[in-house]
């Protein structure tokens, strides 16, 4: 039987790189909803061609009987049997949360959703006995680095990071730095808000709280580790010295394909253009260096966040999206968004015990009080 997959996001980077793993193995995958924030346009054309029983979008779109009034019925309709959540920010929360508690296994790229509500999602999971397959290049590294080890202790979790575009840059030069610079990344091909957290290095720092509540590992055994040719994925360390990873050439139908394919691997490297890696192409080897949180001061911030816990989280990632917006609107400079962060975090006062209805009221207060911040 077709594995049935409903797609939040499906205009998006993740998105359409998922539509494009299922249209190349269409005898395995059928598409059942799709979901768009506002590029109408272009749902329109995937629905014109995967044909779903349902959509949904944030704005008006095509007068589609099938339209369905929000993401959590996208999320939690009886035909799927799995969704990818590869939503932007903390909108992926709910939708998520809602799909666990329809029994839906996750496909996951929204990597907000574990750092604002790691303690709930897990808990659903563990309660629904549903699989949490992450989709992040990263965390999917690292989950295949653990396939066939269960039960041996984990040393270290290796986190890798391309550096972004202003790798070995200076706390000095990152005052100067420009919109159109940010928004370069040397290897992935991504969104405005993902592409500015990569030049931050707050997607690195999100990941490791993601990374935590993911494999249940604590914050001080993961090390993020700077590799610019981004062909080492992640990796693991065993107590024995062994060093698990996963590598391959920069394609995120890799890490999409292993989540809807799992336990099994899909052929990727035919019809589907995932070209396979050539190590003799490697002129320069792969090279690695230390993280530099002094700079990049959001490594450290997401590691005091998770460590604090709380409401602590919430803010860091609530305070972080309005930051990276204004950012994009060129009303703050690069630097700010670290600077303003540390000022929130180091200000804030806990909220404990936080429900859902908490993490989103703690989330909507944030958002207010950082944009009258910045305009006053």
């Known amino acids: 039987m077709k594995k049935r997959i409903a797609i939040l996001g499906s205009t998006g980077s993740i998105g359409t790189q998922a539509l494009d793993v299922i249209r190349h193995n269409k005898d395995k995958y059928e598409v059942v909803a799709l979901s768009c924030g506002s590029n109408t ?68 790229a929204n990597k907000e959703t574990l750092v604002v509500g790691g303690e709930l999602v897990m808990e659903a999971v563990k309660r629904k006995g549903v699989k949490l397959l992450p989709v992040d ?59 500015i957290d990569s030049a931050s290095m707050m997607n690195k720092g999100l990941e490791i709280i993601e990374a935590k509540w993911l494999f249940d590992v604590p914050l001080d055994k993961i090390q993020v580790v700077v590799h610019p040719q981004s062909v080492l994925h992640s990796a693991v360390e065993y107590e024995d010295g062994s060093v698990i990873g996963q590598m391959g050439n920069p394609d995120m139908r890799v890490p999409i394909g292993y989540a809807f394919s799992y336990p099994e691997r899909l052929e990727l490297t035919g019809d589907t253009g995932v070209e396979s890696l050539d190590l003799f192409s490697l002129k320069d080897g792969l090279s690695f260096y230390p993280a530099d949180d002094k700079v990049f001061k959001t490594i450290a911030l997401a590691r005091q966040a998770s460590e604090m816990g709380s409401s602590y989280p919430v803010v860091l990632n609530g305070a972080n999206e309005v930051l990276v917006d204004l950012f994009l609107h060129e009303k703050i400079r690069f630097i700010d968004i670290q600077d303003t ?33 910045v305009e006053g």
């Open 137 to 195: 290049s990263e965390h999917s590294a690292i989950f295949q680095a653990l396939q066939g080890n269960e039960g041996n202790p984990i040393k270290r979790i290796i986190l890798t990071a391309s550096g972004g575009p202003f790798r070995g840059y200076s706390r000095e030069k990152l005052e100067n730095v420009t919109l159109a610079q940010a928004l370069k990344h040397p290897n992935w091909s991504m969104g405005s808000k993902i592409t």
């Open 41 to 108: 346009e272009l749902l329109e054309k995937q629905v014109k061609e995967f044909k779903p029983l349902a959509i949904y979008s944030a704005e008006e779109s095509s007068k589609n009987p099938a339209n369905c009034s929000s993401l959590k019925e996208i999320a939690t309709m009886p035909e799927a049997d799995i969704v990818l959540n590869s939503l932007m920010g903390m909108r992926g929360l709910e939708p998520t949360l809602a799909a666990i508690e329809a029994g839906k296994d996750i496909a996951f």
């Open 341 to 373: 962060l540390e000022k929130i975090l180091n200000e804030h006062k806990p909220v404990y015990n936080l429900t859902l209805e908490g993490v989103l009221e703690e989330d909507r207060k944030i958002r207010d009080y950082v944009r009258k911040l």
